[in-house]
């Protein structure tokens, strides 16, 4: 039974999006209320997955404090010397948020756009790993989670699975709305619950 369980589970990586203070903890620099719903199934998830001898990847933002190398919409929010920097390396917002912990054996990436793939070694690393099934947490639903969803498949991951209530975004009906749009290009959506059976 175990080695048909380990089996299931062979090839498969879990990527946890964006999971940092700045964007989910209250205060933060681009706190979104919604988020903070998530993160107990993103601990879950995160535990799961360690049962299972699922590598997991970290995928984070960390900005250059001046942001040069963020995205041209976003660059005004780096103009002010008085004010926070969204998510700049090294700032106590760019870090998980409380409860979720990277651990010995876990990979750390580092991205600067919506793809956790975009000018990124993600896809060579995971090919290394001889990785062709992702399971997708964090957020948000409409930018970073559905944009390295539609990459993953673009790549020809052979699954690309979301779970939809360990990902987030501002209302409930852009998360429906974006997860309906992914289902439509293949990618599963199972709940925790069902991801975890």
Known sequence: MAAAAELKWKNTAL???????????????????????????VI??????????IPIIWVVREHDPLGRDVELF????YGSA???????KGTVGAELV?????????????????SSFFNTHLHSYLQGLGINKLI??????????RQTAFDAVALDYHTVTVIVD?????TPDIHIANVIDMKNIGVATP?????CN
């Open 15 to 41: 990527l946890v999006i964006d999971m940092q203070k700045d964007f989910i903890s209250p205060g933060g620099v681009m706190h979104v209320k919604t988020f903070e719903a998530v993160v107990p199934n």
């Open 44 to 53: 879950k998830a995160v535990e799961v997955a360690r049962n299972r001898l």
């Open 74 to 77: 976003r660059r005004h929010l």
């Open 82 to 88: 008085d004010k926070p920097k969204p998510v700049s």
């Open 98 to 114: 409380d409860g979720l912990f990277i651990e010995e054996g876990d990979y750390k990436l580092v991205k600067t756009r919506f």
């Open 136 to 145: 997708i947490t964090g957020v948000q639903t409409p930018n970073c989670i």
């Open 166 to 170: 360990a990902t987030a975004a501002a």
């Open 191 to 195: 709940t925790l619950e069902e991801w």
